[in-house]
């Protein structure tokens, strides 16, 4: 019985001895995933600080902050001293900041609600620490930081060039995303993006900014009419003006053309009649015939007259009672 009650005893002894160094090795390790950081604190001091990669610039920070602290690089088991060291986690990954819509106002006083966000990382857990200690403080800070910054840089610009102008106001989410992070540098913490998701007006500002948008379109319609009117008279005028000087020479061209073509008439006309002068006589009485005598045409002609040699066979020496040779019939 008493061997029985001994060997009970001993079991007993030997899992509590078990379950006693269980818990102390579960706290002699803590494990450092792939997407956090961490600093192991002993009696209210940071001791170390574990990281999965550390920069030159990190460790350039570390080596003017560190008050002997240790700095490590790289996930997986690590060791701390049970049931003294206080493991604080933080993640190392990038952190969405989403908040609610809020009022700001341009240069031109207008009021505008911007649904913005940004993307947050800390860079330095030591400095982190010092400066907040937690995330909900930290996130309070950058909250603020953010939306005063933002409030500075939107007092600059006026209402419609930040809602119509896209490279202007992509060039103002930079330079906000650049100066929050100079801000907050020293609190180890680093802003990669600031982005505006939506605007919105204040229904009384709406017909405000519309009436201003439409002078505006107005007053660039009225540019480019008058540029183009400008243009279009400028045009016209040099048109007109080819015209006249295509137009005065073609006339020259042709004063110039017409007047050979006359000489050369006049030649040929010349050298006709001084070959064969009855034959042009000839010519000539039928040309007129053509032209004056038509179909039921009444005609007065004295007998003596040239006009009747041909068309009625009497010459004018037979007209004046002379004895001439009658004409040949044809």
Same mark, same amino acid.
């Given at each position: 019985?008493?061997?029985?009650?001994?060997?009970?005893?001993?079991?007993?002894?030997?899992?509590?001895?078990?379950?006693?160094?269980?818990?102390?090795?579960?706290?002699?390790?803590?494990?450092?995933?792939?997407?956090?950081?961490?600093?192991?604190?002993?009696?209210?001091?940071?001791?170390?600080?574990?990281?999965?990669?550390?920069?030159?610039?990190?460790?350039? !920070?570390?080596?003017?902050?560190?008050?002997? !602290?240790?700095?490590?690089?790289? /996930?997986?088991?690590?060791?701390?001293?049970?049931?003294?060291?206080?493991?604080?986690?933080?993640?190392?990954?990038?952190?969405?900041?989403?908040?609610?819509?809020?009022?700001?106002?341009?240069?031109?006083?207008?009021?505008?609600?911007?649904?913005?966000?940004?993307?947050?990382?800390?860079?330095?857990?030591?400095?982190?620490?010092?400066?907040?200690?937690?995330?909900?403080?930290?996130?309070?800070?950058?909250?603020?930081?953010?939306?005063?910054?933002?409030?500075?840089?939107?007092?600059?610009?006026?209402?419609?060039?930040?809602?119509?102008?896209?490279?202007?106001?992509?060039?103002?989410?930079?330079?906000?995303?650049?100066?929050?992070?100079?801000?907050?540098?020293?609190?180890?913490?680093?802003?990669?993006?600031?982005?505006?998701?939506? /605007?919105?007006?204040?229904?009384?500002?709406?017909?405000?900014?519309?009436?201003?948008?439409?002078?505006?379109?107005?007053?660039?319609?009225?540019?480019?009419?008058?540029?183009?009117?400008?243009?279009?008279?400028?045009?016209?005028?040099?048109?007109?003006?080819?015209?006249?000087?295509?137009?005065? !020479?073609?006339?020259?061209?042709?004063?110039?053309?017409?007047?050979?073509?006359?000489?050369?008439?006049?030649?040929?006309?010349?050298?006709?009649?001084?070959?064969?002068?009855?034959?042009?006589?000839?010519?000539?009485?039928?040309?007129?015939?053509?032209? /004056?005598?038509?179909?039921?045409?009444?005609?007065?002609?004295?007998?003596?007259?040239?006009?009747?040699?041909?068309?009625?066979?009497?010459?004018?020496?037979?007209?004046?009672?002379?004895?001439?040779?009658?004409?040949?019939?044809?």
């Amino acid at each position: 019985m008493m061997k029985e009650k001994s060997n009970a005893r001993a079991w007993i002894i030997t899992v509590a001895a078990a379950l006693v160094l269980l818990i102390v090795a579960s706290n002699c390790f803590f494990t450092l995933g792939e997407d956090e950081s961490a600093l192991v604190q002993r009696f209210g001091r940071i001791q170390a600080v574990y990281m999965r990669e550390v920069s030159d610039t990190l460790r350039a !920070q570390f080596a003017e902050d560190a008050e002997g !602290q240790s700095l490590h690089a790289g /996930t997986g088991l690590k060791f701390k001293v049970p049931f003294i060291d206080n493991v604080i986690k933080y993640p190392d990954k990038f952190i969405m900041y989403d908040p609610p819509p809020r009022e700001v106002i341009t240069s031109d006083k207008r009021k505008l609600y911007f649904d913005n966000s940004a993307q947050w990382c800390i860079s330095n857990p030591l400095r982190f620490y010092k400066a907040y200690n937690n995330m909900d403080s930290a996130k309070r800070r950058i909250d603020d930081v953010l939306y005063s910054r933002m409030n500075e840089q939107v007092g600059k610009i006026i209402s419609h060039d930040l809602i119509t102008n896209r490279e202007l106001s992509g060039n103002l989410l930079l330079e906000l995303a650049g100066a929050v992070s100079a801000d907050f540098v020293r609190q180890g913490i680093v802003v990669i993006d600031v982005r505006i998701k939506r /605007t919105d007006l204040p229904a009384e500002n709406y017909e405000s900014i519309y009436n201003n948008m439409n002078t505006e379109r107005q007053r660039i319609a009225m540019q480019h009419r008058s540029e183009g009117e400008e243009e279009s008279l400028k045009i016209r005028s040099n048109t007109d003006r080819e015209v006249i000087t295509i137009t005065s !020479q073609a006339l020259r061209d042709a004063e110039v053309i017409r007047g050979d073509g006359d000489g050369e008439a006049a030649r040929v006309y010349n050298e006709a009649y001084g070959s064969d002068p009855a034959f042009f006589e000839f010519y000539n009485l039928l040309e007129t015939y053509r032209l /004056t005598v038509g179909d039921g045409s009444t005609m007065v002609i004295p007998l003596d007259s040239p006009f009747a040699k041909y068309l009625l066979g009497v010459t004018p020496e037979a007209a004046a009672g002379v004895d001439v040779p009658a004409l040949p019939e044809e």
